[in-house]
């Protein structure tokens, strides 16, 4: 079982950026799949999630209307696309899958490594 996420990158305030993570091991059909972030300093936060037989998406409030996770069944990969990016966005990104969409990542089975987001000018 493997998560690999990619994607990261340094772009400037209001740009965009999309991150990839891309399951093996398992199918999509049976896990939900999360993202998470963590900035220098701070504590791991929940991003968002995606459900996995009916693709209902959740938001931190932080991210939601900017932010949009969506998933390829046929790739095994979801991604998190990421519009209008501002300084605090700076994180490591994560990718982790669960039996069910949560936003609590103590119910994660698995972990990507993660990929890195710069927002700076």
């Known amino acids: 079982v493997q998560l690999q996420a990619s994607g990261g990158g340094l772009v400037q305030p209001g740009g965009s950026l999309r991150l990839s993570c891309a399951a093996s091991?398992?199918?999509?059909?049976?896990?939900?799949i999360g993202w998470f972030r963590q900035a220098p300093g701070k504590e791991r936060e929940w991003v968002s999630s995606?459900?996995?037989?009916?693709?209902?998406?959740y938001y931190a409030d932080s991210v939601k209307g900017r932010f949009t996770i969506s998933k390829d069944n046929a790739k095994n990969t979801v991604y998190l696309q990421m519009n209008s990016l501002k300084p605090e966005d700076t994180a490591d990104y994560y990718c982790?899958?669960?039996?069910?969409?949560?936003?609590?990542?103590?119910?994660?089975?698995?972990w990507g490594q993660g990929t890195l987001v710069t927002v700076s000018s």
């Open positions: 982790a899958a669960a039996r069910l969409a949560t936003m609590w990542d103590a119910l994660y089975d698995y």
């Open positions: 995606i459900s996995s037989s009916d693709d209902n998406t």
């Open positions: 091991g398992f199918t999509l059909d049976y896990y939900a």
